[in-house]
């Protein structure tokens, strides 16, 4: 969001940005001083104090997201802020309904499909109510049909979509995600090696959120399979509702190769995957939509090789062999996982997978190719 919001600035838009408050995935220790609506480098903010919707249950959750848009659409008319196009991220599905509000005004809405909602939570068995399932259903296709255009990442997304709302095809694209290449180039001043007194050779990280859907007991298994390897610190930055479970599962088998830390600023991840070696990337095998998880992209444009555990339909698969950044596995062939982890320890051209990935994003995945595309459908 950050990346759009700048590059939009960039080429002479009047920005607004809304979002809820800033009480999550912060820093460790930071407590920032926020306004409700303040000017940040030209580009208004508004931040919405909202009920919690992170480490809660998922009915408080769901609420919570269903309540947003009538949040969102009241402080936009309460500050008297002037929209002609608007830009809304899923999840969570029910922001689409910002967009649909703003359409009765003449404005045009575009949804951006990170995931497919409700079908990720109906696979991973976090929706199972039938009436539930159904009101969510409906929540979908509300959204999808009055919205003006709806993106997604990969073709696999694509043809999920349409194979149920086979009505739809005039109106999805295709628009990849995209990595600020630039802003993972740049030199910072954070040394992590010397701030947690990390010793080891080759660090393997997994950076963000320890959910259901990361299935990070994976790693856990194959940090437990190389503890032979004295060289390899396996490096799990982030938080979640996991989180805990994780670590006494990493207690209790005695995991001395495995490490938490909590999560880091923006300004210092590019500098985190500095000190590291290889990025993980974690997807249950329960999930069976094809997202492509953003962190190989954030992997690629440090020039990081990547291993990659995936359901066997995530589009993932492919960005990992037509780049030639790493390698991949099914993420429910647990040997396998472990195989591919040991191929890519054993590999001396190792590094050579990170340049290549990089190579890759830059002719793909770069901002600046992907603005243009996004640009062209909100024209």
Not at 75 to 91: M, N, V
Not at 194 to 200: A, F, L, N
Not at 277 to 289: A, D, I
Request: with cysteine; glycine share 6%.
């Amino acid at each position: 969001m950050l990346e759009l919001t700048q590059e939009l600035k960039t080429r002479g838009n009047d920005i607004t940005v809304i979002t809820t408050w800033p009480e999550y995935n912060l820093e460790d220790g930071s407590k920032p001083i926020f306004l409700e609506k303040e000017k940040e480098n030209g580009v208004t903010v508004l931040r919405i104090k909202t009920l919690p919707h992170h480490n809660v249950n998922y009915f408080l959750r769901a609420f919570a997201q269903l309540l947003m848009p009538f949040q969102f659409l009241w402080k936009l008319w309460k500050y008297r802020i002037s929209i002609e196009k608007c830009i809304t991220y899923s999840p969570p599905l029910p922001l689409a309904f910002v967009g649909i509000g703003l359409r009765f005004f003449g404005v045009k809405a575009l949804l951006n499909l990170q995931d497919l909602f409700p079908q990720n939570a109906i696979d991973l068995g976090i929706l199972k109510n039938p009436l539930q399932i159904y009101f969510f259903r409906i929540l979908e296709s509300l959204s999808y049909r009055f919205s003006d255009i709806i993106t997604v990442h990969s073709d696999g997304n694509r043809t999920m979509l349409l194979d149920q709302y086979p009505s739809l095809n005039q109106k999805i694209n295709i628009l990849h995600n995209w990595v600020d290449l630039d802003h993972h180039q740049k030199n910072h001043s954070m040394d992590f090696r010397k701030k947690w007194e990390i010793t080891h050779p080759f660090i393997a990280i997994f950076a963000g959120v320890m959910g259901p859907s990361q299935y990070l007991e994976l790693i856990l298994k194959i940090a437990e399979s190389t503890q032979h390897r004295e060289e390899l610190l396996f490096l799990l930055v982030g938080g979640g509702v996991e989180e805990e479970r994780l670590k006494h599962i990493a207690k209790k088998n005695d995991l001395n190769n495995v490490r938490f830390e909590n999560f880091i600023s923006r300004d210092d991840y590019s500098d985190l995957l500095k000190i590291c070696s290889l990025g993980m990337v974690c997807l249950s095998p329960k999930n069976k939509t094809p997202v492509i998880p953003g962190k190989i992209l954030g992997y690629m444009a440090s020039g990081l090789p990547v291993a990659a555990f995936l359901h066997k339909s995530s589009d993932g698969h492919k960005v990992i062999e037509n780049s030639g950044c790493g390698l991949s596995e099914d993420s429910a062939n647990e040997e396998s996982c472990i195989q591919i982890m040991n191929s890519l320890l054993d590999n001396p051209k190792i590094a050579d997978m990170g340049e290549a990935g990089r190579s890759y994003a830059m002719e793909h995945f770069s901002k600046e190719v992907c603005m243009n595309q996004l640009v062209r459908l909100l024209n």
